[in-house]
């Protein structure tokens, strides 16, 4: 079945550092590709999205770009702030009529001042 | 902006107790999902609801669960008897019917069973 892996955190960084957090994926097809964030207590919050190949989803300065050949959609932001603190799952859909969202594992990202 | 409301936000009850978890999707969302969230699990999907009708519910124990849509804005999600296994976090989604434009959450029901 369809399935996504990602790294296991927590990443630490120091604020302004470069962060990337890895995702990869298996399915059967052509995949719509997200990355959700959570904070602390709170539900998932869609984060960016990408629905074909070499698309770039981007948002609050996160990029990841939709890579069919490594079957990848890692997650980058160029200088992190301590409030970027979450948990951030990897995930992807079939764009057929009757597809569910498969997640990651999750990955803990901790930024400290 | 419009949201997905789950209520309780928290629930603490008695193994064996009945415990029933409410959520609106949001206006027009014909789409809604109940997902359980646990350290050792992840996330994982119990219950998939398309139009109001159930399309998979294979990830619920069937024993013990049962997840209903009685109108378009309500969804419910029932555990009885409740187990202390079945502490977590329950988060609904909502959303449209071409999931490439993402689903959106609830901010979850805790849920402990002492």
């Known amino acids: 079945g369809d399935s996504v892996t990602q790294m296991e955190g927590p990443v630490t960084l120091s604020e302004e550092a470069f962060l990337t957090i890895n995702c990869t994926y298996t399915?059967?097809?052509?995949?719509?590709l997200f990355w959700y964030v959570q904070y602390p207590g709170e539900g998932l919050q869609l984060l960016l999205k990408?629905?074909?190949?070499?698309d770039k989803g981007s948002n609050k300065g996160f990029e990841a770009t939709y890579r069919k050949e490594t079957t990848s959609f890692h997650l980058e932001k160029g200088s992190v702030q301590v409030s970027d603190s979450a948990v951030y799952f990897c995930?992807?859909?079939?764009?057929?009529?009757?597809?569910?969202?498969?997640f990651g594992k999750g990955t803990m990202l901790l930024v400290s001042p | 902006d419009a949201r997905v409301t789950q209520t309780p936000r928290h629930k603490v009850t008695e193994m064996g107790q009945e415990v029933t978890m409410r959520c609106q999707p949001i206006l027009g969302h014909n789409t809604v999902f109940w997902y359980r969230q646990t350290m050792m699990q992840g996330l994982e999907l119990l219950a998939y609801?398309?139009?109001?009708?159930?399309?998979?519910d294979s990830g619920m124990p069937k024993d013990r669960f049962s997840a209903e849509m009685p109108d378009a804005t309500l969804a419910t999600l029932k555990i009885q008897p409740s187990e202390p296994r079945d502490s977590a976090v329950y988060f609904c989604?909502?959303?449209?019917?071409?999931?490439?434009?993402?689903?959106?959450f609830g901010s979850g029901t805790r849920l402990t069973v002492v």
């Open positions: 995930a992807l859909t079939m764009n057929s009529g009757y597809s569910t969202l498969t």
């Open positions: 609801f398309r139009n109001r009708a159930p399309l998979d």
């Open positions: 990408a629905t074909k190949a070499d």
């Open positions: 399915a059967t097809g052509y995949p719509s």
């Open positions: 989604a909502s959303g449209l019917e071409l999931a490439n434009y993402g689903y959106t």
